[in-house]
């Protein structure tokens, strides 16, 4: 019933908002060499190559295809697979399921982006309906903005709630030597930034980059041989909402509950906030980490600001949230989940250097995109 | 490889200028596929979509077709690739044990498009799109290297052509059926030399969709199991120049890996029916060659033997191939399609009679830089 798979090497490239010194396949060969580095392979290791980005953000059809002199596809297997943000997501589950099914040993995932060729809300407006929602659907901001208004709104949350993620996240980034954003700033910082779409500011924010991530997992034999403590994965999940944004329950979020109740299950998970050490979480805005910290069962409906305040997310706190800074701080988009999937099995391996967090079993790592797409992956230190 | 089957199959039929959106083509093959299998959506716990951004004008474009599939409320995902592709990765999720029945389904509107310009955004955005290379354009060039090298002369090309939309009339899906000759081929006119208008297939809209079940699920299904014998997939250099244009070392090497899984040592005489994915002409000749159905260079000498017709050792393309129907990015798992329905002799006047072993190839990229090559069965490994 499927071959354990487990995640044996992570490269990602440096990110900043233009990468000018690389073209798209430079930039996609740098991750790969840091993931062949990081796990002690070669090219002739990697039995099968899985890639993604969002096509408008570049323009380049068939990237599977085209990015072969960067990815080492040549003359091996490779697929593409895409679902916007959650890309990375998508990329992780894809080169994990390459490897359950038993017919390839060792693979490799490869998100990346270069945000900078394009026009990025331009091109995520075209993801609505042409006819119906395209016109007034003004890229990613919009929504998240009222889903936080509408929580303040219901729980008494405020604005310096969601700035005390921002701070967390953009803080927790000075220990990362890959961020793209790396400067301190406090809450007052976040609530004199500029007003993006009220009530997220700029330091809300995430920002966009260029950058690539790349992660090599192995079917257990292997696996064990090639990293010391491989970080295996217990369970992937996903679930998405309805195709137009006017039929979403905007206060439910059902699609992140059903991925993470699906994911827990299918690691035996029941208490996350115990259970689990450390979660690298796709969270585009800071107040996406107010309120689905609830929705993925972390806490009860309206607790989470009290959890924010005492600390229990922070680097030092019971369930230490992005110790890599986060999207807040870096967002290759196809790649952005990627890396928490690399982060989080970092943390696993024990080699996250100066944002490692102490004894760390169990991790997990979601992505976010398209129609309230969520992912979501558990990792363990030890196997399934 | 744990048994995997495919028990569902649907198609739309292949037109240029269908009115329904792209949901609505999806949603037509899904509950073709469901009643095909016997089963409700309850019964599916996964689903894997296709989609491209370029060929279907929206950004994520899988959102365009996620209720469609019926993969709201189910783990989905989504492939961006010809359709054997996202069959492929159906089936890998299958056999990791988390789910029991995923179904794949893809979709096409180019004649909402310009393919021109959307197949000119595949090339370099540097060097080579300025010259305003596209696919007929690319594989003028390509046809031509293998023509050079080997002899093979345009009539053999335009052998396949005859043969191709001839089967057509057999398929109720096809979008171009037609009685033509040679001669008509040779006449039609010239598109980039030596590709002539009837060497080439038509941009088609359309959809298909597959289930594949894990071995238990599928000895309950409504339909005899077609099973999963052996597939793989292998992608060639990417500017045209780092390649051998003249044989696809990259379709060689997924066809004997595919076949290895499914013990094939003599494809031409273990396969009882073959669906490749001609998008030219030359290009059938060329995947016999790197399908090892004859010697490199001796496609055009197949074709003439007739030993790939209907009625002879080897059919290829009963269906009228791709020649004859090409909704891109479709017309792979179109193939797997119709592969199904030989292998369960429901092909109708285009059945291969007692077909037991049947291969579907799909490729992606400019000039078949990525081949996927299945092979299935009726008949359990």
């Known amino acids: 019933m499927g071959t354990r798979t487990a995640i044996v090497g992570v490269g990602q490239t440096y990110h900043t908002s233009k990468r000018k010194d690389v073209n798209g396949q430079e930039l996609i060969n740098e991750a790969v060499r840091r993931a062949l580095e990081d796990a002690d392979l070669t090219l002739k290791d990697i039995d099968a190559i899985v890639i993604g980005n969002m096509d408008h953000f570049e323009a380049i059809n068939c990237v599977d295809c085209w990015s072969v002199d960067g990815s080492g596809a040549f003359m091996k297997p490779i697929m593409k697979v895409t679902t916007g943000g959650s890309t990375g997501g998508t990329l992780g589950s894809c080169a994990y399921y390459h490897v359950a099914s038993g017919l390839f040993d060792v693979v490799m995932a490869i998100g990346w982006e270069k945000n900078s060729e394009s026009d ?65 700033i406090t809450v007052e910082d976040v609530m004199n930034s500029p007003v993006l779409c009220w009530p997220i500011k700029l330091l809300d924010s995430c920002p966009r980059s260029d950058g690539a991530c790349a992660v090599i997992y192995a079917a257990e034999g292997r696996a064990e041989k090639i990293a010391s403590r491989p970080a295996w994965v217990h369970a992937s999940a996903v679930s998405h909402d309805y195709v137009y944004f006017g039929d979403y329950d905007w206060e439910a979020m059902p699609t992140l509950e059903a991925t993470a109740s699906r994911v827990y299950k299918r690691a035996g998970i029941v208490n996350p906030l115990k259970e689990i050490d450390v979660m690298e979480l796709y969270l585009p805005f800071s107040t996406c980490g107010v309120i689905w910290m609830e929705h993925m069962w972390v806490c009860g409906r309206g607790e989470s600001p009290r959890l924010i305040r005492e600390g229990v997310f922070d680097m030092d706190g019971e369930l230490p949230v992005n110790p890599s800074g986060g999207v807040l701080s870096t967002n290759p988009i196809g790649a952005t989940a990627l890396i928490r999937i690399g982060e989080a099995a970092l943390q696993i391996m024990n080699k996250a250097g100066s944002r490692q967090v102490p004894n760390v079993n169990t991790a997990m790592a979601t992505a976010f995109g398209s129609c309230y797409w969520f992912e979501a992956t558990i990792l363990r230190s030890g196997k399934p | 490889m744990d048994k995997v ?377």
């Open chain 1, 120 to 184: 990025t809300q331009a091109a995520i407006s075209t993801c609505a309906d042409p006819i119906l929602e395209r016109d007034f659907f003004g890229g990613a901001i919009g929504p998240n903005a009222a889903e936080y208004a509408m929580y303040m709104k219901q729980y008494g949350a405020s604005e310096e709630d969601a700035a005390m993620v921002a701070v967390r996240d953009h803080n927790n980034a000075l220990n990362n030597p890959y961020a793209h954003l790396r400067k301190h």
């Open chain 2, 5 to 381: 089957a495919i028990i569902g199959v649907g198609q739309t039929r292949y037109e240029r200028g269908n009115t329904k959106s792209f949901a609505e083509l999806v949603y037509e093959v899904t509950r073709k596929a469901l009643d095909d299998a016997g089963l409700e959506l309850d019964n599916i716990d996964n689903v894997v979509t296709t989609t491209n951004d370029f060929y279907d004008g929206r950004t994520i474009a899988c959102m365009a077709v996620a209720e469609a599939s019926g993969s709201y409320g189910r783990d989905a995902t989504n492939v961006e690739g010809d359709g054997t592709l996202s069959a492929f990765y159906g089936l890998m999720r299958t056999l990791s044990g988390v789910y029991d029945a995923t179904i794949v389904t893809t979709h096409c509107k180019m004649s909402e498009g310009n393919p021109r310009k959307l197949f000119n955004q595949a090339f370099d955005p540097i060097y080579d799109r300025i010259l305003g290379m596209d696919a007929i354009s690319s594989s003028a060039l390509q046809a031509r290297a293998y023509m050079d090298r080997y002899g093979v002369t345009e009539e053999q090309c335009a052998m396949v052509s005859v043969k191709n939309h001839a089967n057509a009339r057999n398929n109720p899906y096809a979008h171009v059926a037609l009685e033509i000759t040679i001669d008509d081929v040779m006449k039609s006119p010239m598109l980039a030399e030596p590709i002539k208008r009837l060497d080439i297939s038509p941009i088609s809209d359309g959809a298909c969709a597959i289930i594949l079940a894990t071995e238990e699920r599928a000895r309950k299904s409504a339909k005899k199991p077609v099973w999963v014998r052996g597939v793989a997939h292998c992608t060639d250099a990417y500017r045209l120049g780092e390649r051998d244009l003249t044989y696809s070392a990259a379709l060689e090497t997924a066809a004997k890996k595919a076949y290895k899984m499914a013990g094939i040592r003599n494809p031409f005489k273990q396969i009882d029916v073959a669906e490749v994915y001609d998008a030219f002409s030359y290009m059938e000749l060329m995947w016999y060659e790197g399908l090892g159905f004859c010697d490199r260079g001796k496609g055009g000498k197949l074709v003439e033997s007739g030993k790939t017709q209907m009625g002879g050792e080897l059919p290829v393309n009963p269906s009228g191939g791709v020649l004859s129907a090409h909704p891109v990015q479709v017309a792979g798992l179109a193939r797997i399609a119709e592969a199904v329905l030989q292998l369960r002799g429901e092909a109708g006047g285009r059945q291969v009679p007692g077909a037991k072993t049947a291969l579907a190839h799909g490729i992606t990229g400019i000039c078949g830089q990525t081949h996927c090559v299945w092979v299935l069965s009726n008949e359990e490994a």
